[in-house]
């Protein structure tokens, strides 16, 4: 794949990208190119600098996300220590427990446990809003 700056005779500014250079010159050559502005027809190439990474830039990068990755592992293991901490586990019971909660206006209860999609959808559509938080295994 290949990226273009292209540039209509009105002067209006696009980037389109193409499989190869052979690819644009032969729809260029159809008149299949079209402004995305003014539909002109009139479309040529404008300057453009490559942009190269090097072997240090690209590791860099990859150290980057690697920290971002675990730094936001570490805080989804946070979040479910504070769960399991401060909210009873009621397993695959969880549909029929928060119903209860739900429809009872005086329990405060936390829980948390498993859903069905289905069981999920079914709550929803009762008002009952919940939200799924990533589960991930400690020691990973």
Known sequence: MIKYNLKCDGN?????WFSSSSEYENLKKKKMLSCIYCNSKKISKTI???MISSNKDLENDLRKQQLKLSDKKEKLIQMRNFIENNFEYVGKDFSKKVREIYYDN???KGIYGT???EEREEL????????TVPWLNKDN
């Open 124 to 131: 929803s559509e009762e008002g009952i809003d919940l939200f």
């Open 12 to 16: 209006h500014e696009f980037d389109s």
């Open 106 to 108: 005086d329990s405060k």
């Open 115 to 117: 859903t069905t999609h």
């Open 48 to 50: 453009m600098a490559p």
